[in-house]
């Protein structure tokens, strides 16, 4: 899903059902990245929406060293330019988010 396709997706949801809570943060350990979410009463019961706004990964590189019972380390290069963009639908059931397959939603 583009940006532009989840601007018009959040629009829709704020017109049509009751906005519990929306918020928006930083991913933890990934710089320049995005999340959106918005958790709603929709007709399924409560719900909640993600999109997901982080650089494009370029190259892995680990680090490690040959001392015994040393852990590798991994760092990632990152775009400047380049993003991918990723959207989760959650239903709350039991107690808990469930995700919504990609292929139920209709989109």
Known sequence: MQPERWAEVKGIIKDQFEVID???GEIEDIPRSKIERLEFEGPLG?????FETRPVVLDKKTIYSKRMGDTAA???VYSEEEYSHKFHAYIWRDNDWMEIEGANLGL
């Open 74 to 76: 991994v760092e990632y």
């Open 22 to 24: 929306e918020s928006e």
């Open 46 to 50: 409560r719900m909640k929406v993600e």
